[in-house]
């Protein structure tokens, strides 16, 4: 049907109010210790890009986040040498009072940096940084600490984290001189066990899928005494770091995604040990079978329960080597302040629904799985104690009475859990 259409029509604009916009509530900034809290929520949920836009808005504001910004540090790859390059000329003269400026942009970034590391409580190593940026690093600030005796760089250190690229560094490591020892560290771990004073260290290793474990363990197998005297070495006081202070502060030991590593162990301290459930899938879409699912575990290959045993008996006798001429009191104070603690024990274990004609050769029984390791280990141990140290029946019991098994738990550092789903690594990455 054909629309009329008007010779002529006007269009009247309609009459539109003028806005005015409501006067601020006040005209005096956001007190500092609100911003504080807001800042310190946004960082929880891991805003850090956001908190460190405030910290930008003033020099109160920076000097007010800045503790919150930097008290977990992570330590990646390209940003690692960035991080601990420094320009000791702005720290002399922040150092002799010359240094002196009104606004915060203005500052050193060097000083600036330096000043904000000694906030830093929890450092996450995804990276070691290189020898020779670490020496750098360490040389410039120690020419300016004087007498002394406080640590200059993180002296609020209290945890650290070695994540699993991080511990294949360790591993593989071998310094700039190629004249590395068996014990020594790379420089920057050997200079912050002496310039802090933690209470936890973690240690991340890598997750593969359970059907690559055996091939997992052979690319690794070079290296693996390696990174346990390595490990010693930073937490003791030996020729070769005659000065770490962690000797004396640390007080717990975690070892996370264990599948068949030898396990590093600490003398006087709580060592942790968590390890890893089934992993099934693929890389990029994991599934993890708890051990707790029990019948879910079976058929599902894995490492022979006789191994886990190997693996956990290693780890106690680590601490009584028969090289060493230890005396009875010398063995008494070690059992009285060490403990051991085996979480999730039964991972990845090869196991069956029922015995059968084929014994183990195609698993273990999945109910019998912990109860098979205890008693391996408990006949075990004592075979493996020299008589000559001074062992004798009432200090194996005392030793057995440090030991525990946990079905699962969570790390209180760093919130991994024997169920939690972790990165995977692909088996072609690992060398």
Known sequence: MPVAIPSSFEVNSLAVKNLTLSPRLSDETLPIDIIRRISSHLADDGLLETVSNIQRCSKEVYLAVTPILYRCLEIKNKKSDL???????????????????KSCERESNSSRRLAALKHVRKLIIHHIPSDAISESFFKTVRSFQGES???????????????????????TWVSSSNSSTFDQN?????????????????????????EHWEEYRDLTLIGQYQ?????????????????????????????????????????FIENNYFFQSHIIGS???PIIIPTKNGKETCYLGGIDWNYRSWQIGKSIKYLFPSSLDLNKSKIKEIINLTKWNFINS???IKTKLIRDEDDDENGIPYKEVINTIKNQIRIGIPQELPIWQGWNDEQIENLFEKIKYFENGEC????????????????????
Do not use: Y
């Not at 945890?159 to 360790?170: F, G, K, R």
């Not at 020729?239 to 599948?259: A, G």
């Open 83 to 101: 991080l601990f390059t420094v320009d000791s000329g702005s720290i002399a003269q922040q150092q002799d009072g010359s240094h002196k400026k």
């Open 412 to 431: 209180e550092n760093c919130d991994k859990s024997t169920d939690s789903i972790p990165t995977i690594s692909s088996i072609h990455d690992i060398s």
């Open 227 to 267: 990174l346990l005297s390595r490990i010693n070495s930073l937490c003791s006081s030996n020729n070769n770091n005659s000065n770490s202070l962690w000797s004396n502060s640390l007080k717990t030991l975690n070892v996370h995604n264990i599948s068949h590593q030898l396990l590093p162990t600490l003398p």
């Open 283 to 285: 890389n990029l879409n």
């Open 346 to 348: 039964k991972g990845q």
């Open 186 to 210: 790379p420089i920057f771990l050997d200079t912050i066990s002496q310039t802090s004073k933690i209470n936890t260290l973690c240690i991340t290793f890598k997750s593969v899928l359970s």
């Open 149 to 171: 005796q406080q640590p200059i760089v993180l002296p609020k250190l209290r945890s650290v984290e070695i994540l699993p690229n991080a511990v294949e560094q360790l591993r």
